[in-house]
């Protein structure tokens, strides 16, 4: 049984840090990219970062560049994503995903893949940020 199972969310105030983590099970989890998306109130859900089993990783939210860190350890079936300055704006659910690597993907530098490409996905965790 695949399970995708967020943690590490709560509430800070505007310029803290949170820490993410999601713990994967259930399947072969060097074979797939992980992946972070987010969905504000009212908001469609749209990617943050995604990095492939190499560690190679892409930031899809440009407002995330330099603030944020996607990792993941293999060995314990862990992704985490460290988030720094955090903004008002970052509030949102946010989920971890896994994607099977499609044919002829990348393993050292993943593109953003849809959502619809996206195998599993966890129940998410709730950021918010206060001003």
């Known amino acids: 049984q695949v399970q995708l199972v967020e943690s590490g969310g709560g509430s800070v105030q505007a310029g803290g840090s949170l820490r993410l983590s999601c713990a994967a099970s259930?399947?072969?989890?060097?074979?797939?990219?992980m992946g972070w998306f987010r969905q504000a109130p009212g908001k469609e859900r749209e990617g943050v970062a995604v990095?492939?089993?190499?560690?190679?990783?892409?930031y899809c939210a440009d407002n995330v560049k330099g603030r944020f860190t996607i990792s993941r350890d293999n060995g314990k079936k862990m992704l985490y994503l460290q988030m720094n300055s955090l903004k008002p704006e970052d509030t949102a659910m946010y989920y971890c995903a896994a994607a099977r690597i499609p044919p002829g993907g990348s393993w050292l530098s993943p593109r953003c893949l849809e959502q619809r490409e996206y195998d599993y996905w966890g129940q998410g965790t709730q950021v918010t940020v206060s001003s």
């Open positions: 990095i492939a089993p190499s560690g190679g990783s892409t």
């Open positions: 259930g399947y072969t989890y060097n074979a797939y990219y």
